[in-house]
């Protein structure tokens, strides 16, 4: 059953590819209101693909972009149920003339390392990715004329920009578009050719924190010792934030936070990420976080408080012998699963409130978008089966990874609907998602669509209820 | 002797205030290129003014703007010699807009506290002031032909602008300015109508403080906990600069600086100098500086460590997941008299090297202009009996203040010609010096003239040798 599926993907991979370069064709930007039309135009032209290998389909208007839907075998409550989560816009293009060709004009090449690939924008992030699942559902379709599960396919518009669309998107649908697991395709295989399963991601808070106080700026003659500096009260602040090992000593912070078990340690030390290589690239020689953890410790399964910018007083030439009346930074939080970002945020503003010196005030701002981190059960038939179909795909293990960023929308499918997403993807480290020249190798692309298959096939057995 | 030259300087009031007006019509505003003329017109009338009573002119070129001299009596070396130090350059001007009439248009008017002044740039800052003493020198020559003193008259054009300028000079002109004893009228009396005596001023050395970390901003979610943040960096180090109890950390820092005597202290305390009035202006309740020192001690006898300015990435709108690659502080310190400036920017470089964690490196550059702390010998006759001439003119005792800031030429003055200056002004705190509808008290003006006088007449009796 599943053979004659992996055929015809060999067989008709021309065929593919067109699809694939169609597709790639809109400049679907979401966040640049001179291509709203390209957004909706994009999503005109996945409803009509969709539709064409029998999804039934509809489009949604959200509070950005138009979301996509395609469905299949929706009365068939006999079989599990499969949400797949993609979006069809993509980052700008500037810096333009940094691109070999232009990059709504899709074109084979080869990548630096002598690979064939496709490049444009958006050949990897996300359009290349997500037809590697869409073109492994119209094969298996034609082949087999059904699926071994209830499809709905969720396309969006908005993941490049504000996540807060999508977001109201999917609390205003709620149980409509509940599924028994997400499929998500926007991440890396590890290290260039072992396959990989993303089983957690950080969530995030952003807080900035302002410190007044004088009145205006004052002369460091004048007033110099005796009034408050809001620079220095605010260094304090930052440098009470963590203790010698790194550790973030906000009260109740690590609530929640479960130790890595022995088992997650070993996978993860068998995977060889080396602080030397992975930071060597950007001028780091050494894991420089909390005492104790490992790089991918320290990455994928401890929360982190960071200053992303901070300022106040004088930036000029020269110098300038001035007290500021005023001192900003801009901070966020990485969280891990069971850690409470209302409960932080809270417990943050307490603390620093029950710091501050005399002679100054406080406030903070905030900016929306909070994200829980997740963690997804290792033990799940859909991660065991999944990481069995892969590493037949590939060759080798599957690495069942962490990863140290934020992806909201997973959080939003757990608090709106209850649902675990395995996120599987087939980027590698060099695609340049977000930059000039942005592709994504032919070899990801075929064997991404094989690796669906072959899931598709680990349900059709049965071994996936 | 003095009665006659002071019944004088009553009876020619109008004169002189003819002449301070004449000299507050120029806009000598040495910063700006396009004043420089009047800046040299202005040292052309100040020579012609000084010719006029007697004094012997010459006019010299710095590295800015034109320095005038006028001597007295350079061949009676058996007089002590005085050394006579002014500017006659001004701040400029802007925001127009807010001055009630043109700035270089001077009117006599009422203060909102219904005392005569006249408005103009410059009237206090320091034409008005620095010309209470040429009045009253003239007057004193006009009425008994000679002095009982030496005096050097040396009045600049760039104390508003670079401070190097003059610095060069001095340095350059050595012995040929060495005199016994500098007098300066650039300072404020005390609380309305005490006269005071300035026998203190900190110095001051500025350092700019830059730490690199990461080679590029990073994405904090794929970096953020292993990779070394260099605002974190930053604020922890600006935070160790001082300790619990506001006292600087850096080794060797309080070398050579001396114990406040009691004396001092109770001379101080009787001036009733209140943190809730003085900071209190500024929207600060409690001098808040080193725990121990009052607010007089914390500003005029302890030095500091002030952060002016810093910054590191993100500062736009909303949030930004980076970690910068860079962070940037701008400090300066107030010195004290005993202080080595060169020693202790050393010990401060060597102090944050030694703090520096992994991952990251520092980097310093200053920005000249160094200047040492100056504290007045207050047993010298000088500061003996000026406090008496001031005490006999205004009704009071003379207070004898401290100043927390720099006057890097009476540095220059201690380290190129050894002297030691006196600095005795008449300016009250709503002179709005530097700010818009600048004014000087025509009272001001007046009892400045008799003070001076009244010190001549020391000098004259022989009090002071």
């Known amino acids: 059953m599943l053979n004659q599926v992996l055929n015809k993907i060999d067989n008709v991979q021309e065929e593919s590819i067109t699809v694939w370069c169609d597709f790639l064709k ?17 999503a005109n032209w996945l409803e009509a693909y969709m ?7 509809s489009q949604h208007e959200t509070t950005g972009q138009p979301a996509v839907i395609g469905r299949w075998g929706q009365e068939q409550s006999h079989l599990p ?29 080869k990548t630096e390392r002598g690979r064939p690939a496709i490049f444009a924008r958006g050949a990897s992030d996300d359009k290349g990715q997500l037809l590697t699942f869409l073109e492994a559902i119209r094969i298996w379709l034609s082949v087999h004329g059904s699926l071994p599960f209830r499809l709905t396919v969720l396309i969006e518009g908005d993941e490049e920009g504000d996540s807060e669309h999508i977001a109201r998107f999917l609390e205003k649908q709620g149980k409509a578009l509940k ?33 007044t106080g004088p009145r205006i700026d004052l002369h460091s003659g004048y007033y110099g010792g005796p009034a408050t500096n809001p620079i220095k009260v605010l260094s304090t602040l930052i440098a009470k934030l963590h203790d010698q090992n790194g550790r973030i000593t906000i009260p109740h912070f690590y ?53 992303n910018g901070m300022w106040g007083g004088y ?67 859909w991660v065991k089966h999944a990481s069995a179909a892969l590493a037949e795909e590939w060759g080798k293990p599957t690495a069942l990874v962490g990863s140290g960023v934020s992806i909201p929308v997973v959080a939003n499918f757990k608090d709106f609907q209850n649902m675990e997403s395995l996120l599987i993807g087939f980027s590698r480290f060099d695609d340049a998602a977000h930059s000039p020249n942005e592709k994504y190798d032919v070899e990801c692309f075929h064997k991404g669509m094989r690796s669906w298959a072959r899931l598709i096939g680990k349900v059709a057995e049965g071994k996936i209820k």
Chains 1, 2 share one sequence.
């Open 315 to 381: 930036q000029g030439v020269g110098a300038k012998t001035v007290l500021p009346a005023e001192a900003t930074a801009k901070i966020t939080f990485r969280l891990v699963e069971g850690q409470n970002p209302k409960k932080i945020r809270a417990n943050f503003r307490k603390y620093l409130k029950s710091m501050l010196p005399e002679n100054c005030k406080i406030k903070f701002a905030t900016h929306g978008g909070d994200s829980t981190g997740i963690a997804v059960d290792e033990k799940s038939p």
């Open 26 to 42: 809109f400049p679907g930007i979401g966040t640049d209101p001179t291509h709203h039309a390209d957004c909706r135009a994009t």
């Open 81 to 109: 149920h499969v949400l797949f989560y993609g979006h069809y816009d993509v980052q700008p293009v500037d810096p333009l003339n940094l691109w070999h060709a232009p990059p709504f004009e899709p074109r084979l090449g």
């Open 255 to 307: 609530d929640g936070v479960k130790p890595i078990s022995k088992v997650k340690a070993a996978q993860w030390a068998s995977l060889k990420f080396k602080a030397k290589d992975y930071l060597g690239e950007v001028g780091q020689t050494t894991a420089s976080g909390e005492k104790g953890f490992t790089l991918a410790e320290q990455l994928w399964s401890r929360p982190t408080c960071e200053v």
């Open 51 to 57: 539709n064409g290998f029998g999804l039934v389909t």
């Open 179 to 211: 599924a028994d697991i997400v499929l998500i395709c926007d991440t890396e295989i590890w290290d260039d050719d072992v396959p990989a399963i993303t089983t957690s991601l950080r969530g995030c808070i952003a807080e900035d924190v302002i410190i």
